[in-house]
C-alpha cells in the first residue's frame, strides 16, 4: 500500500511510543514530512510556508543561519529525546548549502509542529548522506562519494567516502581516519555510546567501529543479495536495513553507475544482531514501478514502512 504526497522520502524515523514518524525530503522544497502510521496520513511538517526558526546559538554557534525551505534538500535522519514531548531531529541537507540541520520537534500537541534551531556546515561542500547523534549531542555522519571519488569507484568497491564527526563547540566536522569504506552510507550510533555502525552498500556489509580512536572495525555483517542503505535500530534492540536487489535481471544486473541504481528493483529487508552481527531476512518484494529506490525500513506495530530516494510516495 502506498502513502502519497510525499517526495524522496529517503529516509524515516519514528517517534517513540506514538503514532507518528517523521520522513525526510530529497528533492527540493520537500522538507520534513510527519506521518500518521495509523490513519495512514502525511502532511508538511517543516517547508515553504511553515519554516519555523529559532536560532540556538550556544550549540550552532558556527551556523550562518537559518535553511531556506525552499532550498533544502533533505536526505538522512536521526532522532534524540530532548524534553518531555521534544525532540531533536537532524537531517542532512544538499539544498543551498552542505550541513546537518537542527530541529525541535514537539509532540506535546494533538498536532506535531517542528522549528529550526540550528546547523553544522560540513568542510569543503562535501555532501553528507547519513547522520547519527550521540547522548551528548555529539554526531557522526557519512561522506558517501569524497571528492575526487566516482559512484564507478563504489561499483568497482574501492573506497570512496569516510566518516566525520562534530562535537557541540567545533566549527565543523572532521574526518575519522580508517573509517574510509565503499560508499560509506547509513549510520547508527550504540544506546551505551561506545560504537557506531556503518553501512558500506558497494560491499555489502554493516561494519562496526568503536567510538574512541584507533577507528578499527570491530564486527562485519556481510549481507548477500543488496547494499544496506539506512541503518536504525528496531524496537528489540536489533539493528535494521533494507535496500534494493542488487541483481534484477530486468536491469541487466547489479548496477554499475548511478543511473543503475534508479532502474525499478526488488528490495530486502533484514535485522541484525549488534552483537553477533547474525543477519535475519525479515521480508522481501519484487520490482514495483510506482516504488523503487528503497532505501529504509521501519516497523511500526505490525506494519512495515519503506522509504525511498527516488519515489514520490511512501509504501508500507
Known sequence: NFVCGVQNAEDLVVVPNSRWMVTSGMAPGSGLHIVDTQAKTVRNLYGVGSANARADKTKYAACPGPLDAKQAVLHGLALRPAASGRYTVYATNHGGRESVEVFELD??????????????????K?????????????????????????????????????????????????????????????????????????????????????????????RTAQLKEFGPDNVRWTADNRLITAGM???????????????????????????????????????????????????????VGDDLWLGSFFADRLAY
Open 107 to 124: 509532540t506535546s500537541g494533538a498536532t506535531p509542529s517542528a522549528t529550526w534551531i540550528g546547523c553544522v556546515v560540513t568542510p569543503d
Open 126 to 218: 562535501m555532501a553528507l548522506n547519513s547522520v547519527a547523534a550521540f547522548t551528548d549531542g555529539s554526531l557522526v555522519a557519512t561522506v558517501l562519494i569524497l571528492p575526487g571519488k566516482t559512484f564507478e569507484d563504489a561499483f568497482a568497491q574501492r573506497n570512496t567516502g569516510v566518516v566525520l564527526a562534530w562535537k557541540p563547540g567545533d566549527k565543523t566536522f572532521e574526518a575519522l581516519p580508517g573509517t574510509e569504506l565503499s560508499a560509506n552510507n547509513g549510520i547508527e550510533t550504540s544506546p551505551d555510546d561506545r560504537e557506531f555502525y556503518v553501512a558500506s552498500t558497494t560491499t555489502k556489509r554493516i561494519i562496526a567501529f568503536p567510538r574512541n580512536a584507533p577507528y578499527k572495525p570491530l
Open 245 to 299: 536487489i542488487d541483481n534484477e535481471p530486468a536491469c541487466g544486473g547489479a548496477p554499475k553507475t548511478e543511473e543503475g541504481i534508479r532502474c525499478p528493483r526488488g528490495y530486502v529487508v533484514v535485522t541484525i544482531d549488534p552483537k553477533t552481527m547474525a543477519v535475519t531476512e525479515i521480508a522481501r518484494g519484487p520490482a514495483t514501478p510506482a516504488f523503487t529506490g528503497t532505501a529504509i525500513a521501519m516497523r
